[in-house]
């Protein structure tokens, strides 16, 4: 397990905005598929967006047309581009890295707060 780098969390009002960044120290984080997972109060973690080496992204339902991932792999970091947020979007973001065979590193989790 190598560390993560997480960083961007807050408090923020619905309909606000925050973007969350993760740098790796992996010197293959750009064969590697990102991840970001969620974790409400209560809930199981389950998958956000993850994006692939060849930069091709995947997004819940539930997020599409107001997140997006993007990587930049010259910096080992990847972000995600939070819009138009809601209440249930409160929750403990966790970013993952993982080369299958190789690795499957774990951020420490940043808290995302949406409230008035």
């Known amino acids: 397990q190598v560390p993560l780098v997480e960083s961007g969390g807050g408090l923020v009002q619905p309909g606000g905005s925050l973007t969350l960044s993760c740098t790796s120290s992996r010197s293959t984080f750009s064969l590697a598929t990102i991840g970001w997972y969620h974790q409400p109060p209560g809930k199981q973690r389950e998958l956000v967006a993850n994006?692939?080496?060849?930069?091709?992204?995947n997004l819940r339902e539930f997020v599409k047309g107001r997140f997006t991932i993007s990587r930049d792999n010259a910096k080992n970091t990847v972000f995600l581009q939070m819009s138009d947020l809601k209440p249930e979007d409160t929750a403990v973001y966790y970013c993952?890295?993982?080369?299958?065979?190789?690795?499957?590193?774990w951020g420490q989790g940043t808290q995302v707060t949406v409230s008035s």
């Open positions: 994006i692939d080496s060849s930069g091709v992204t």
């Open positions: 993952n890295v993982y080369l299958k065979w190789e690795y499957d590193d």
